[in-house]
């Protein structure tokens, strides 16, 4: 059995506001394996949100531990947690964040800046990442000339750059129309095959159906958590779909 490369165990997370404490998390245990594919839900409130900034080492619990690749990243300074979000994780969000002014090649590089990476290694790793979100004919388009989906495609590419261990998407088809969402759901299920590891917070349950597993969030806890079992292929789904032009 393979070794866990996300493992929470009894974390709580609260903030304290004025003298009244706001429970965020109670007591959650996730064990994710690698090459997993996640959907997490739950309504405002329900602690999603504060669950995937711990992940994503933006915040840290209040008690409980987070093992990273069996690290314990609770207890790392400011220092090394920047250097695990550049390194293991990889985020993509529901605006797509690109430099207006800058080439989606230009773009996708600009994680590389932070490492020691030579200008012609960060090339070479932004071409690939563009090729395997299917845009390597339009590195050097700007995000005025392309579409909502291939922007976002260019913000996977960006957040697949320096070679996570796993991705992290918080409403990446929010922006999207339905067609063009399943073609991102395409792209992730296809990254998947490939071995990576994503965890994917979406309110639309016809999002969640393309994970492998869903856990759904509510009132700080995990209300459930279970396989998808019938789980569509995104390109047989975009198959039976109408273009936008029909």
């Known amino acids: 059995m393979s ?3 996300i493992q929470v ?3 709580h997370k609260y903030y304290q506001l004025g003298e009244s ?5 109670r007591g959650i245990n996730v064990s994710v394996e690698p090459r997993a594919f996640i959907a997490i839900m739950g309504a405002s409130g329900s602690g999603k949100s504060t669950f995937m900034n711990i ?4 915040d840290r619990p209040t008690s409980g531990r987070y093992l990273l690749e069996g690290i314990d990243v609770s207890s790392l300074d400011k220092r090394q947690l920047a250097g695990i979000r550049n390194s293991k994780l990889g985020f993509v969000f529901q605006g797509f964040n690109l430099l207006p002014r800058t080439s989606a090649l230009e ?4 994680p590389t800046l932070y490492t020691r990476i030579d200008k012609m290694e960060r090339t070479k790793r932004a071409t690939e990442a563009l090729a395997l979100v299917g845009l390597a004919e339009r590195s050097r388009h700007f995000p005025s000339q392309l579409s909502g989906g291939q922007q976002q495609r260019v913000a996977i590419a960006r957040a697949l750059v320096n070679r996570p261990s796993i991705l992290l998407a918080d409403e990446p088809t929010g922006n999207l129309d339905s067609r063009t969402a399943v073609e991102i759901m395409e792209v992730f299920q296809h ?3 490939q071995g990576l590891t994503i965890v994917l917070v979406t309110h639309e349950p016809d999002i969640a159906q393309f994970a492998k597993r869903v856990i ?3 009132d700080g806890k ?16 975009l198959m039976a779909m109408p273009t936008l032009e029909d």
Request: with cysteine; net charge negative; hydrophobic share 45%.
């Open 3 to 5: 070794v866990a490369i």
């Open 9 to 11: 165990e009894e974390v």
């Open 21 to 25: 404490r706001l429970h965020a998390l």
């Open 55 to 58: 992940l994503g080492c933006l």
């Open 107 to 110: 773009n996708v590089q600009l």
């Open 191 to 193: 990254l998947n095959e």
């Open 216 to 218: 759904v969030f509510r």
């Open 222 to 237: 995990i209300r459930k958590d279970e396989e998808v079992k019938e789980r569509p292929r995104a390109s047989e789904v």
